[in-house]
């Protein structure tokens, strides 16, 4: 019954907002059309607002899981247009906060103490609230300033049902709209569901977020807080409190005298070290979860919050994406199409000159923008979109990272408008691309692979052992091969011997037996040369025997 009202009040917003424009009726099954089509509030003319507006307030008037759901929508501009992926990307994920008596009981019962015993203070008002959770501050019996970070009670119940309605609605869209099925939002719900309840597992979070400050450990770039492992699981997590200038507030960045232009540059040297050197990069760098350092604005330091999703690449996704690049910069569009084929991305059997014809076709425009005005972010959307028309299979790790470098060029360029993206990125792939292929590559490999390598030896006479037993076994084996190849070899040539004495043997005798056909005297006077051919014809047929 609940999840009947659920949905009864998902089709009232979707309709009140007007979003059945979205949908064909004459595709939709009869009860649905009727009940579209005889909605009360289709009396109402749509208003002024655009479809990607009504959309966007349809959303969050939907809740948490429809308001994410939006957001993650938003980063996907191979799927959508530009004025809807714009509007969804203003989606803001703040909601009323839970009590804090409720926090209390969940940290309580997550670690099995008192927060008096816990912390020497703790504030149960929180810092801030989302949808999925909510921050408190906390001060350790050390003296350390923490923030505790508690899953929303109940949250997991909540976003099951609205996940199994989202599938519904998306199977619905998928069958009956053909801009549906082109959209594919049933593999697009499949990927929220997953990054969605990563979300809920705060301990995924503190890993992430470990795993990165180790990665910068002693950088003078980022900075990451300290995760408190002892006080953390799967519904709350303690981190070290940061404390920093929100990165899009440009007027207090500049009122410390800090270097702006340094700083957009280091925030692009920030995210292709992450991804080039690391494999691993933050992929929800949006100016909410980053701020700056106070500490020495002439070397600005940025810091990094809520790594609960990132992404990775493959060596061989690296290595393809960083020769792509700088293939278009050469516009070697022959180089970008066959990379994209190489790497697997688009089917083998994909027409290579159609598909460099249209890559050509949409990434020649972009040249005529100066060189520090062109995006990455916007190089890759247009490359994966064109490569969706060739049967390209979406590449989850992939989406992230476009996702991710749009945010970064979007950041650098607010805080310094000439940022020249590619000027600051080129030498560094290009680096990349001389380190992995040269001689430090080499040496790289051997320090990393080296022990395996060495471990390895002491099975080498095994292995030795075992190909010489192979190498015997195969000689016997080919010498029985060429016995019996001999043998079937002899069998047909006495097979077709016998058959020529055959046919030989009956010749003789219809020979003999004509020669004495036509002779009128007694059998004893038949001529001497019938019997000898008809004896010869006999012994033809004995030998064969």
């Known amino acids: 019954m609940t999840r009947f009202i659920r949905l009864f009040k998902i089709i009232y917003v979707l309709s009140r907002h007007r979003l059945d424009e979205y949908f064909d009726f004459n595709q939709l099954p009869r009860p649905l059309r009727w009940l ?13 607002q655009s479809r990607a507006q009504r959309l966007r307030l349809a959303l969050e008037e939907l809740g948490p899981v429809f308001i994410k759901f939006g957001q993650m929508l938003s980063t996907r501009r191979d799927l959508l247009p530009d004025d809807v992926a714009d509007e969804l990307q203003k989606l803001q994920d703040q909601v009323p906060p839970f009590s804090g008596e409720q926090a209390t009981r969940i940290i309580e019962k997550a670690l099995g103490q008192s927060v008096n015993e816990l912390f020497s203070e703790f504030n149960a008002t929180p810092l801030a609230s989302a949808s999925v959770a909510q921050v408190h501050s906390a001060t350790m019996h ?13 949250i997991n119940k909540t976003i099951r049902g609205d996940l199994n309605l989202l599938y519904t609605l998306a199977q619905t869209i998928e069958k ?33 977020t470990s795993q990165l400050k180790r990665n910068f450990q002693d950088s003078t770039l980022i900075y990451l807080p300290q995760v408190y492992w002892d006080y953390s699981r799967k519904n709350v997590l303690v981190m070290e409190r940061i404390h920093g200038i929100p990165v899009a507030d440009i007027a ?24 080039f050197r690391d494999s691993f990069f933050h992929a929800d760098m949006h100016p909410g979860n980053i701020f700056v350092s106070t500490e020495n604005p002439a070397e600005p330091q940025y810091i990094a919050i809520d790594c609960g999703i990132v992404g990775s690449l493959t060596h061989e996704d690296k290595n393809y994406l960083a020769r792509i ?17 190489e790497s697997g991305w688009v089917p083998e059997d994909t027409p290579i000159a159609e598909f460099e014809t249209s890559i050509r076709s949409v990434c020649e425009p972009i040249f005529e923008k100066p060189l520090k005005d062109i995006s990455f972010g916007q190089i890759l959307l247009r490359l994966f979109q064109t490569a969706r028309q060739f049967n390209m299979q979406i590449q989850p790790q992939l989406v992230l990272l476009q996702k991710t470098l749009l945010n970064i060029e979007g950041l650098g ?6 940022l020249d993206l590619w000027n600051t990125a080129k030498p560094f792939m290009e680096d990349w691309m001389k380190q992995r292929s040269g001689p430090p590559g080499l040496l790289k490999a051997m320090r990393e692979q080296g022990p395996e390598w060495l471990e390895q030896t002491s099975e080498v006479p095994h292995l030795i052992l075992d190909a010489v037993q192979q190498v015997k076994r195969f000689k016997d084996y080919n010498e029985q091969y060429r016995q019996t190849l001999k043998l079937l070899t002899d069998e047909v040539i006495r097979g077709r ?5 055959v046919w030989a043997g009956i010749a003789a005798i219809a020979v003999a037996l004509f020669i004495a056909a036509n002779n009128t005297v007694a059998l004893q006077q038949v001529p001497t040369i019938s019997w000898v051919i008809g004896i010869v014809g006999l012994y033809l047929l004995v030998l064969r025997r």
Do not use: C
């Open 36 to 48: 579209f089509l005889l909605a009360p509030w289709r009396i109402f003319p749509i208003t002024v």
């Open 142 to 154: 050390n003296g350390d300033q923490v923030v505790v970070k508690v899953i929303r009670p109940g």
């Open 176 to 208: 009956y709209s053909e801009d549906g099925r082109r959209l594919r939002p049933v593999q697009v719900v499949s990927d929220y569901e997953r990054t969605i309840f990563n979300e809920l597992d705060l301990l995924i979070e503190a890993g992430n």
């Open 252 to 275: 207090a960045l500049r009122a410390q005298n800090t270097d702006m232009k340094k700083l957009a540059e280091r925030g692009v040297e920030i995210f292709f070290t992450q991804v």
């Open 325 to 341: 690049l700088l293939a278009f910069f050469k516009r070697d569009y022959r180089q970008v199409a066959a990379l994209h084929i």
């Open 413 to 418: 360029r607010q805080i310094y408008p000439d």
């Open 497 to 501: 011997k016998n058959q020529q004495r």
